[in-house]
């Protein structure tokens, strides 16, 4: 089993930045690719960006690219999503994702059910 708590979020103007943080626990060596999803109220949930853990290869959304960055401290055991000139549009409950099968998460944005292990929610909310 794999656990994952998430940190940071909250409200910051557009074209602010936040930080997010998940620390996995449990059997962690086994984990092939973790994500980042957000969901708006009223919509689906999707995927931010993704990335393969083993060799640190990354995909994004083409709403985020360029202003978000995807990384991990294997160290920690933390994934991190640093998300700079944040928009309105970016307000949502954003969510870190784990899963030891594997995928072409650094080719392509992988459905929620391919991943296994979910992290509890955080906000982001972004004002005009």
């Known amino acids: 089993q794999v656990q994952l708590v998430q940190s940071g979020g909250g409200s910051v103007q557009a074209g602010g930045s936040l930080r997010l943080s998940c620390a996995a626990s449990?059997?962690?060596?086994?984990?092939?690719?973790m994500a980042w999803f957000r969901q708006a109220p009223g919509k689906e949930r999707e995927g931010v960006a993704a990335?393969?853990?083993?060799?640190?290869?990354?995909y994004y959304a083409d709403s985020v690219k360029g202003r978000f960055t995807i990384s991990q401290d294997n160290a920690k055991n933390t994934l991190y999503l640093q998300m700079n000139s944040l928009k309105p549009e970016d307000t949502a409950m954003y969510y870190c994702?784990?899963?030891?099968?594997?995928?072409?998460?650094?080719?392509?944005?992988?459905?929620?059910?391919?991943?296994?292990?979910w992290g509890q929610g955080t906000q982001v909310t972004v004002s005009s």
């Open positions: 990335i393969y853990i083993a060799g640190g290869s990354t």
């Open positions: 994702a784990a899963d030891y099968r594997r995928s072409r998460c650094d080719q392509e944005l992988l459905p929620q059910e391919a991943y296994n292990y």
């Open positions: 449990g059997y962690t060596y086994s984990l092939y690719c």
